[in-house]
């Protein structure tokens, strides 16, 4: 089968900042793959590359077959949306909840906007009405639902998830992650997702990559990840780091998501 993503050779340069060096990883069509890493090690950047945030890059990226430029073509962000990890950041203050979704709708030329923007909300759990409603009178979890349907009401297969819940309370996260979790089994989505939460990986993910300085050091399923049965020693470290409330927090979240 065809992967879902591509990516062979990246090399990412800010000036003289070698972000992300020689990455390569696939994605299968409806697999949940995991970016993990310490802060800085270039996980969100090789997500920005994927898609068009980051010009500036050489290597090959495909997505869904298509080989891809310094540019995204508009048919793109019908594939493939981003979700980030602040939504109160990436939510325009001034625009309702209602033209944060019509806004892409219009832009790619549907013409039933209004049942898709109704459909999309009661998907992510919001009613009618929140329909009408700004950034500034909505919870952080609910903003997230928001940033969830702009991300879904153009039907894309993949989403890019840079660290989704990160920026919200413990109980709030675990709803989210579910949310995320029903919506990937119903729509079959692929995810590629960003986290430095290994907890949220093993629970959110099929495979992940774990990188450290700009280069991905190992690939593992999340079954050796859970078992520890991992070849590199620096994932071996982040293992250790992370494993005495790592185990614990993988728990809350199942608990609070079953
Ligand atoms: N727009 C930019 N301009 C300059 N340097 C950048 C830019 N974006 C990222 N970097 C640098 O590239 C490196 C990788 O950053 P990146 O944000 O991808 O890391 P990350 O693993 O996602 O970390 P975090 O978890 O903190 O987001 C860092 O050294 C960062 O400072």
């Avoid at 625009?95 to 806004?103: A, C």
């Avoid at 790619?108 to 459909?119: A, K, L, N, Q």
Wanted: charged share 20%; net charge neutral; hydrophobic share 40%.
């Amino acid at each position: 089968m065809e992967a879902m993503i591509a990516i062979t050779g990246l090399d990412v340069m800010f000036g003289d900042t070698h972000a992300v060096r020689d990455a390569s990883l696939t994605v299968a069509p409806g697999e949940s793959f995991g970016l993990v890493g310490e802060s800085g090690s270039g996980k969100s950047t090789i997500l920005r590359a994927l898609c068009g945030l980051n010009p500036d890059w050489t290597g090959r990226i495909v997505v869904d077959g298509q080989a891809q430029g310094r540019r995204r073509q508009k048919g793109f962000f019908k594939q493939c949306q981003m979700v980030f990890q602040d939504p109160y950041g990436s939510l325009h203050p001034r625009q309702t909840v209602d033209s944060t979704l019509m806004e892409p709708l219009a832009i790619h030329g549907f013409d039933d906007r209004d049942s898709r923007v109704e459909r999309v909300l009661a998907e992510v759990g919001l009613g009618p009405s929140f329909r009408f409603r700004y950034p500034h009178q909505l919870s952080g979890g609910q903003r997230q639902r928001v940033a969830i349907a702009r991300a879904l009401v153009l039907e894309p297969r993949l989403l890019l998830l840079d660290e989704p819940t990160s920026a919200l309370d413990v109980s709030v996260q675990a709803e989210i992650l579910n949310l995320l979790k029903r919506l990937r089994a119903e729509r079959g989505l692929t995810y590629l997702m960003v986290s430095h939460n290994l907890a949220v990986v093993s629970v959110m993910c099929d495979r992940l990559a774990v990188m450290n300085r700009g280069r991905i050091v190992e690939t593992l399923t999340v079954a050796q990840l859970r078992d520890g049965t991992v070849t590199q020693p620096y994932t071996a470290q982040l293992l250790q780091a992370s494993q005495g409330y790592d185990r614990a927090a993988a728990d809350r979240i199942e608990d609070f998501a079953a």
